[in-house]
């Protein structure tokens, strides 16, 4: 079946070690998108990468950078992790059919990231 | 920015009861979805529905997009429907998703 992996599903780390998450999809849609999930809030949009364009929120900490080496690829790299940074991060991925509309969303499971 | 309510916050029933949750938004849309967020905490697409009506099962959805609502119906509930159920939304010139704040709601056996 077509879809969204996200790994690994929990990370812990150490405050201030570097971590990065991996998300892949099979779906080969051409946008993808970083979530950050706090609990009892929705999720928050980090940035999204349209093909190769990358295109970050405007209030996304510096911390928080992103690849895309392929399609089907995307990591969310976490420079300096804080104790604030402990979240669920999820991926997801849309397909723009017209250059003008982002379409339905479909997310990955999720990496619960804890910071120690 | 596009403004996102839905209603109730919080839902208890009992299972085999029927619920209806509220999404109200601010702005004409051109992307509206539904989504269950399960206790792992993933996202699992329940519906696209920018205007008019779907079912799938024993949930089914409604968007009056000139009204600016969308309802979802939820029948004959379940344990495993538990969870927050969030609304989420797009409008032409700004095509990410905007969420609401969810209902989380509570089957109780």
């Known amino acids: 079946d077509a879809m969204v992996i996200q790994n690994p599903r929990y990370q812990v780390t150490q405050f201030g070690k570097p971590v990065t998450l991996s998300c892949s999809q099979t779906?080969?849609?051409?946008?993808m998108y970083w979530y950050q999930q706090k609990s009892s809030q929705a999720p928050k949009l980090l940035f999204h990468y349209y093909d190769k364009d990358f295109n970050n929120e405007a209030d996304t900490p510096d911390n928080f950078q992103s690849r895309r080496p392929n399609t089907s690829f995307c990591f969310l790299d976490i420079r300096s992790p804080g104790l604030g940074d402990a979240a669920m991060y999820l991926c997801a991925t849309s397909r723009d059919l017209s250059g003008y509309s982002y379409n339905e969303q479909f997310f990955g499971p999720g990496t619960r990231l804890t910071v120690l | 920015g596009i403004q996102v309510e839905q209603s109730p916050p919080d839902l208890i029933l009992q299972e085999g009861a029927n619920s209806t949750l509220r999404c109200n938004f601010s702005d004409s849309v051109n992307n509206l979805q539904w989504f269950h967020q399960n206790p792992w905490g993933q996202l699992i697409n329940l519906f696209y529905?920018?205007?008019g009506t779907k079912q799938n099962g024993r949930l089914s959805a409604t968007t009056v997009a000139t009204e600016r609502y969308s309802l979802l119906y939820i029948s004959s509930s379940q344990t495993t429907d538990s969870g927050v159920y969030f609304c989420a939304v797009s409008y032409f010139g700004n095509e990410k998703l905007t969420f609401g704040t969810g209902t989380r709601l509570t089957i109780i056996p």
């Open positions: 779906l080969n849609h051409n946008v």
């Open positions: 529905i920018p205007s």
